[in-house]
C-alpha cells in the first residue's frame, strides 16, 4: 500500500484535473478559510440562575443541589426567571481508564446524571464546570486533551451550560483553546451555554463573540464593597473594568462582571441593590451565589425585584453605561427596547447626596414628556419634562426607568 500522503497527493491532483476541466479555477486546500464561525443561538438576553462557588466552594453536593433547586423551584425564582442550576468547581473524580470524566461519588451518590435529571424535572436547567487546563482551579481534572470526550460526556448528562475556567493552562492560547471547547460543545449535539471564565486576561471580549455566550471580564468577586483582596475583587473595581467593555456585549454574547454576592453578608442590604442594580444595568448574567434556600426578607427582595430584572433582560440587549461621573455621584443609563430608559443615581460617596439627571444626557430632548417609576420604591412618580433629581444615600442608588 502506498503511503497515506502519497495516497492524498494522487486524489488531490485528480480533484485540480476535474476542477480544471469544469473550468473552475483550482483551489488548493490549504488556501480555503474555514466557513466564519456563527453564534450558537443561546443566551439571547443574559443568563439568570444560581451558582454553587461563592457560598459552597468546594464544599458541595447532590443534597446541597436538590435543595437549592427545590427552592429555586418554589421560591419565587423560577418564575423570576432564574434557570440554570451550575455547580461550579470540584464536582470530579478521576478519569476512568478511557479517559472519561466521573463524578465525586461520595459527594454525588447518585451521580450527576440522575442530578441534572432532577433539575430538570423542577423546570430548570443544569450546569457543570471544567477548565482549558490540565487542572481545574481546585486541582480537579481539566479538560485539556479530553475536550470533545467532555463535551460527548457532558451532553449524555443532560448538561445545558458550561462554565469553563482558565486555571492550570501553561502557554495554552485562549482563543485556541476556547473556540476548540466550543467547537466540542456544538460537536456534541446538545444546546450547551457556554461560559467562558478566563479573567479577561486575554480581552474575550475582543474575539468571543461567536465562541462563547459570555466572558468573565475581571478576576474573581469577593464579599466586599472596594479594594482588592488578594485574587479577588470587591463590587466597586469589578463595575469599573467591566463598565467601559459595553461596546463588546449584545443578544447571545455578554460581558460577565462574576456571581452576585447578594445575600452572603458583607454588605449592607443597600450596598446588595447598588450590586444588584448595576449589574441588572450593565447586562450582566444575574447568576445568584447565596444559599438561597435560606434567605431573609431583604435578600429576597432585592433577588426577586421583577422590574430590575426586567431591566436586564430587556430584548435589545444593549450593556448600559455611566453617562455621568460628578467624582462619587454618578448617573447610568441603558436603552430600552421600546424606547424607555432604565436610569441609575449612584451614590459612592458617605452621605446622602441629592443626584439630578437631565434627559439631554440621555439622548432625550429637553422637552420630553416622560413617566417616571422608582424601581425599588415599586412606585409610579409622574410625568416629568426635561429632569429627574433624588436623594440618594451613601453607597446606594435610586434607580427608575422612564417611559416617553
Ligand atoms: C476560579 C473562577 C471562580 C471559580 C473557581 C473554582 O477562581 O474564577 O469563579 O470557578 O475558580 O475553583
Same mark, same amino acid.
Given at each position: ?30 488556501? @480555503?478559510? =474555514?466557513?466564519?464561525? *456563527?453564534?450558537?443561538?443561546?443566551? @439571547? ?6 451558582? %454553587? ?31 440554570? *442550576? *451550575? ?14 470524566? $466521573? !463524578? ?5 451518590? %447518585? ?5 441534572? #435529571? ?10 457543570? /464546570? ?18 470533545? &470526550? ?10 445545558? /451550560?458550561?462554565? /469553563? ?12 483553546? !476556547? ?19 478566563? +479573567?479577561?486576561?486575554?480581552?474575550? +471580549?475582543? +474575539?468571543?463573540?461567536? *465562541?462563547?455566550?459570555?466572558?468573565? $471580564? ?18 466597586? =473595581? ?33 450596598? !446588595? ?41 430587556? =430584548?435589545?440587549?444593549? &450593556?448600559?453605561?455611566?453617562?455621568? #461621573? #460628578?467624582?462619587?455621584?454618578?448617573? +447610568?443609563?441603558?436603552?430600552?427596547? #421600546? ?53 440618594? =444615600? %451613601? ?10
Amino acid at each position: 500500500m502506498p503511503p497515506l500522503h502519497k495516497h492524498r497527493g494522487a486524489l488531490l491532483l485528480a480533484s485540480l484535473l476535474t476542477l480544471a476541466l469544469a473550468g473552475a479555477p483550482p483551489v488548493l486546500a490549504a488556501d @480555503k478559510e =474555514p466557513p466564519p464561525r *456563527v453564534a450558537n443561538g443561546l443566551a @439571547k438576553t443574559p443568563p439568570m440562575g444560581w451558582n %454553587s462557588w461563592n457560598k459552597f466552594a468546594c464544599n458541595i453536593d447532590e443534597a446541597t443541589v436538590r435543595r437549592i433547586a427545590d427552592a429555586m423551584a418554589s421560591n419565587g425564582m423560577k418564575d423570576a426567571g432564574y434557570e440554570y *442550576v *451550575v455547580i461550579d468547581d470540584c464536582w470530579h473524580g478521576p478519569r476512568d481508564a478511557g479517559g472519561f470524566i $466521573t !463524578y465525586d461519588a461520595k459527594r454525588f451518590p %447518585s451521580g450527576i446524571k440522575a442530578l441534572s #435529571d432532577y433539575v430538570h424535572a423542577k423546570g430548570l436547567k443544569f450546569g457543570i /464546570y471544567s477548565d482549558a487546563g490540565r487542572l481545574t482551579c481546585g486541582g480537579r481534572p481539566g479538560s485539556q486533551g479530553h475536550e470533545f &470526550q467532555d463535551a460527548k460526556t457532558y451532553a449524555e448528562w443532560g448538561v445545558d /451550560y458550561l462554565k /469553563y475556567d482558565w486555571c492550570s493552562t501553561g502557554t495554552r492560547n485562549a482563543e485556541e483553546a !476556547y473556540t476548540l471547547m466550543a467547537d466540542a460543545l456544538r460537536e456534541s449535539g446538545r444546546d450547551i451555554v457556554f461560559s467562558m471564565c478566563e +479573567w479577561g486576561t486575554a480581552k474575550p +471580549w475582543l +474575539w468571543a463573540a461567536n *465562541v462563547g455566550n459570555l466572558w468573565r $471580564t475581571t478576576g474573581d468577586i469577593t464579599d466586599k464593597w472596594d479594594g482588592k483582596h488578594g485574587y479577588s475583587l470587591g463590587v466597586l =473595581p469589578i463595575v469599573d473594568a467591566n463598565e467601559p467593555l459595553h461596546p463588546f456585549a449584545g443578544p447571545g454574547h455578554w460581558n460577565d462582571p462574576d456571581m452576585l454576592e447578594v445575600g452572603n453578608g458583607g454588605l449592607t442590604d443597600t450596598e !446588595y441593590r447598588s450590586h444588584f442594580s448595576l449589574w441588572a444595568l450593565m447586562a450582566a448574567p444575574l447568576i445568584a451565589g447565596n444559599d438561597v434556600a435560606n434567605m431573609d426578607e431583604a435578600t429576597r427582595a432585592i433577588l426577586l425585584n421583577k422590574a430590575v430584572i426586567a431591566v436586564n433582560q430587556d =430584548p435589545l440587549g444593549v &450593556q448600559g453605561r455611566r453617562v455621568r #461621573d #460628578d467624582g462619587d455621584l454618578e448617573v +447610568w443609563s441603558k436603552p430600552l427596547a #421600546d424606547g424607555g430608559r432604565a436610569v441609575i443615581l449612584f451614590n459612592r460617596g458617605a452621605e446622602t447626596k441629592p443626584i439630578a439627571v437631565d434627559w439631554t444626557e440621555l439622548g432625550y430632548p429637553a422637552t420630553l414628556k416622560a413617566g417616571v417609576r422608582d424601581l425599588w420604591a415599586h412606585k409610579d412618580l409622574g410625568k416629568m419634562t426635561g429632569r429627574f433629581s433624588a436623594n440618594v =444615600p %451613601s453607597h446606594g442608588v435610586v434607580m427608575v426607568t422612564l417611559r416617553p
